[in-house]
């Protein structure tokens, strides 16, 4: 069974950056669709930021050029480097893993950016 557990979240001032952490069980990146999501009090779950088992990345437009997906094969980690982080990116951040055969979702770790 496949598990995910995120970790890094925190408070932080406008500017400043975080880097989340997701450490995987039975996942082959290569196999797997990797993401981070994040779902903000009343408002939908969005994609912030995607890895593609063949390692193409895409983001979310509110976050080009500030957030950065990567994955460490060795550790089974995925990471979410957030840099000038604003109040708006304030969130419960979810690490996702997904293929024709799974989807699933770590259980959130908190960003609050205060101004």
């Known amino acids: 069974q496949v598990q995910l557990e995120e970790s890094g979240g925190g408070l932080v001032q406008a500017g400043g950056s975080l880097r989340l952490s997701c450490a995987t069980s039975?996942?082959?990146?290569?196999?797997?669709?990797m993401g981070w999501y994040r779902q903000a009090p009343g408002k939908q779950r969005e994609l912030v930021a995607g890895?593609?088992?063949?390692?193409?990345?895409n983001y979310a437009d509110s976050v080009k050029g500030r957030f950065t997906i990567s994955r460490d094969n060795a550790k089974n980690t995925v990471s979410l480097q957030m840099n000038s982080l604003k109040p708006e990116d304030t969130a419960v951040y979810y690490c996702?893993?997904?293929?024709?055969?799974?989807?699933?979702w770590g259980q959130g770790t908190q960003v609050t950016v205060s101004s």
């Open positions: 996702n893993a997904r293929n024709s055969y799974v989807n699933t």
């Open positions: 039975r996942i082959i990146f290569s196999i797997y669709n």
């Open positions: 890895l593609t088992s063949g390692g193409s990345t």
